[in-house]
């Protein structure tokens, strides 16, 4: 009998196991699937190129029994950088499906938050390299999971770098389906200021929007609105007051006769602050304009007057006076429609995947549209799952800027257009007291109208 023997007395009653070798395993089966024969297991549908790949990605315990420490952890990192590629080479359609499961699973446990849904997505990742850490120990461990990450970077920079110099159309076709989703800024920007289309203060907040977007291009919100505001203006606005600083105390012929370019500058603000009040029926500029015994017209045309004598020579010294102010206006107007304004208790509504979940069974409407208009919302870039409408209608308006104005620059020594001094005292000397009289030899002599004879 196999595996038993006789004990020495002869008894054949009497049988003893006796310690044999056990018999040969058999080769452990490689870990990707195949035999040792390199023929599939039964049940392994691959083909030849598809075992290939998965053995470059599949650890090999009969290799690391061995193999050095140094070659096991440079295998080890080789698998994690490969992990990030080859599978979607050998198996995309499953790959693919794989990733859109773990989209939807992390959508479905998120609670409804992007922080949720960016928790969900990265769960996984770390309860894998945990897993990892735990089967495998640290020293293959750490180094596959440094690969994982380099092969991740390597990608995301190989992805970048093929879409701007191998395919940049596709770039292009994105940027065009945003603007697409988008649709109208101007209407997004009177949304967010909150003017109706069909207001008269339309036509004007939409000219001061498409004047002032290369100033506040990427503004991500109201509060971040009327944050920048503030440095608009002073970059607009600071080439024109370092002009008048410099050239100010220059004398130049104005509407009522010699004075200063900071006068002038003085008196146009004036005049200018005062129109805009009468535009807008304020009672302290009305009152003010009756203290000067003067009308809205003859108000207007003295402005124009100070602005005749006073802009030409700013447009010596190098800069362009009327775009400066008439491009600081429209940034007022924008802040005018924002003044004093919070989102605080404006509500959230849905927008993307919120607003794709946001269906009623009650409506079959919603079956289709409120997906569709999700879909519409990622592809402008609006929020995964909520949002403030204003905020969003603002960044919209503001997304795009373009080329800010060239409005020039104070050209030191630029030769100004002056009064000449009339007199020598202007020069440092002493004004004369006594009116100045042509001399004796031309001046018209007196005839007596009574004699009819010269004096």
Avoid: C
Avoid at 83 to 95: I, R
Avoid at 332 to 354: D, M
């Amino acid at each position: 009998m196999a595996g038993w023997t006789v004990v020495p007395n002869g008894d054949t009653s009497a049988w003893k196991p006796v310690n044999t070798s056990a018999a040969p395993s058999s080769t452990p089966p490689d870990p990707s699937g195949r035999t040792p024969t390199g023929e599939p297991a039964s049940g392994d549908n691959r083909n030849g190129f598809q075992r290939t790949l998965d053995n470059l990605i599949t650890p090999d315990p009969r290799r690391e029994e061995w193999q050095g420490p140094v070659r096991n952890a440079a295998d080890s990192f080789s698998r994690g950088v490969a992990e990030n590629v080859l599978p979607f080479v050998s198996h995309p359609l499953k790959s693919g499906l794989g990733v859109l499961k773990s989209l939807g699973g992390a959508i479905a446990n998120s609670g409804g938050t992007p922080e949720g849904f960016g928790r969900e997505l990265v769960k996984p990742m770390v309860e894998s390299a945990v897993q990892d850490y735990q089967d495998r120990g640290p020293a293959l461990a750490i180094p596959h999971i440094v690969g994982q990450g380099a092969g991740a970077l390597a990608t995301g920079e190989f992805g970048g770098a093929a879409t701007k110099a191998i395919i940049p159309k596709i770039a292009q076709a994105g940027g065009a389906l945003r603007t697409a989703a988008i649709g109208d800024t101007d209407a997004a920007a009177l949304r967010g200021l909150r003017v109706p289309a069909g207001s008269p203060k339309s036509l004007r907040t939409v000219s001061a929007v498409q004047s002032s977007r290369p100033y506040l291009q990427g503004v991500s919100s109201l509060e971040d609105l009327q944050g920048k505001l503030p440095g608009a203006k002073s970059e607009t606005w600071g080439p024109y007051q370092k002009t008048v600083d410099a050239i100010g105390d220059t004398k130049v012929k104005g509407p009522d006769g010699e004075t200063t370019i900071s006068a002038l500058e003085a008196e146009r603000k004036q005049l200018s602050a005062l129109n805009r009040g009468l535009k807008t029926g304020n009672p302290e500029s009305m009152q003010v304009a009756q203290q000067k015994g003067m009308n809205q017209a003859e108000l207007l045309d003295r402005e124009k007057a100070v602005q005749a004598a006073l802009d030409p020579r700013l447009q010596e010294a190098g800069i362009d006076p009327q775009a400066i102010r008439q491009q600081f206006g429209q940034l007022k107007t924008i802040e005018g429609r924002v003044a004093g304004r919070s989102t605080l208790a404006e509500k959230p509504q849905p927008y993307g995947f919120g607003k794709m979940l946001d269906i009623d069974l009650k409506k079959p409407n919603t079956y289709l549209g409120k997906p569709m208009e999700g879909l519409r919302d990622l592809a402008a870039g609006r929020p995964l799952w909520s949002g403030k409408p204003t905020d969003i209608s603002l960044r919209e308006a503001f997304r795009q800027g373009g080329e800010k104005p060239n409005f020039g620059e104070f050209k030191p020594g630029a030769p100004i257009t002056s009064v000449p001094p009339l007199f020598a005292a202007d020069r440092g000397l002493v004004r004369p007291t006594e009116p100045l009289m042509a001399p004796d030899f031309i001046r018209k002599p007196k005839i007596d109208t009574w004699t009819g004879r010269n004096q």
